[in-house]
């Protein structure tokens, strides 16, 4: 490895292998984004015996917490310049800290494990989850600067995220139909998948993967420079629409298991199988989704996902129970708009970096990022409230049919179908009139190739 970038000229289009090495540490990463809103908060409260409220408290005060790490981290990642690049050494610190949480958090924990056990740990799990998360997206906004090309960088994370995704929930049910053990052991085991991969995806990406340096002067300003990006009007409309469609996809995800057991009246599996039919689903939808926004923009091909995700979630969440094949169906057709919002909104945030970068001359990409990743994260905050309403009008969470009341099952339904549903729509109604259009940022990128000087912009080459 050389001690200093190379001066190369990025390439206009990454190679798929290139792409598929780059994303490959989305697929433990995934794992974490799937378990820390769906499946850790469900486990500690059924199986370790935490209270439902306890719970959630906890993991919405570690949220809050976590919140004010990102702008840290961020602006931690945008003054980084070492021999290996900007955002790459941040991927190796988060995995040995991943590891050693995935550990604790899922393999070692027993029945009885109380509340400042999971205070601890789920503070370090998501320490580390913000440091690779937020180092991979800063990556990849330099991989491909391109406005097209970035949408295909951003198209790659999501398919291997939603890969990832389906691979860790396919295993507690393998585990269970296998008969290796119970529900239980099946989430021990994916706390064992994560350890494993998370050494052999990043140390791959690291050691293959290119890492181009935007041109900029350092960044300054401090807590300044972070508010001052709420000024600016392409930012806004991102942060408030990322806030939206992480509600509403965290809302169905905490709940899931509750309304599918004592709705509809399935198990614990049936339920996963539910889940796994929805992501896949995103996983055949998004290359459409990529190529419509290369057709229409990425700010309208959004605001048409949310709009048909919407009207495709609530009719999904109305089909009655007893009919696993048609739940099944409605769960995968509700899941092909799923993946728009995800990778969309983080090419538009990258975009979004290039005018700020124009406008300042300073490099923010990285802080700009731990935004919208707080944002995301307020959303599975805001996510975790209907733990507490459920809790108020009596709600246990006890496996299949039967132990509530029918107030509190009204209430379970109403915060599954209706809020979703409401919040998707009002997502599309956010982005009308966003500034940053496709012709827009074509101006941006010549202005920043004829002052930088694209063919000037280093490159640090993997080993």
Sequence with gaps: MTDAPVAEAAPARRSNAILAAFSGPCLPLAAFGVALPVTLPEFYATYVGLELG???????????????????????????KTRWGRYRPWMAISTPILMLSALMMFVVVQPGA???????????????FSIGTLGQLGWASVLAPQYDQRSRVYGWWQVFNIIGVILILILPTVVVKTGIGDYAAGVRIMGWAIMIALPVTIGLAMFVVPEPVNAGAAPHGGPKAYLGLFGKKTV?????????????????GSLLFF???????YDHTQASLFMLFYFVAGLVGAPFWAWLATKIGKDRALATASLVFAVFYIGATLVPGGNFALTAVAMFIAGLPYAAGLF???AMMADAGDEVRLDTGVDRTGLMFSILSATTKIGHVVA????????????RAVPGVGGNSEMSLLTLQILFILVPGLLLAAAALVLKGYPL????HDEIRKALEARDGAATDPVVEPA
């Design 437 to 440: 259009t496709p012709a827009r």
């Design 384 to 395: 975790l409230i209907p733990y507490l309403v459920l809790q108020a009008v009596g709600f």
């Design 344 to 346: 969309l909104l983080r």
């Design 236 to 252: 806004r409309k991102l942060l408030f629409a990322d806030l939206l469609l992480g509600v509403a996809p965290g809302i169905t």
């Design 259 to 265: 309304f599918f057991g004592q709705i509809k009246g």
């Design 54 to 80: 306890v719970v959630a408290a906890v993991f919405m005060a570690v949220r809050l917490i976590d919140i004010v790490f990102d702008p840290f981290i961020g602006w931690g990642m945008d003054k980084t």
């Design 114 to 128: 109380g509340a400042a056990y999971l205070f601890g740990w789920l503070l370090v799990l998501y320490l580390g």
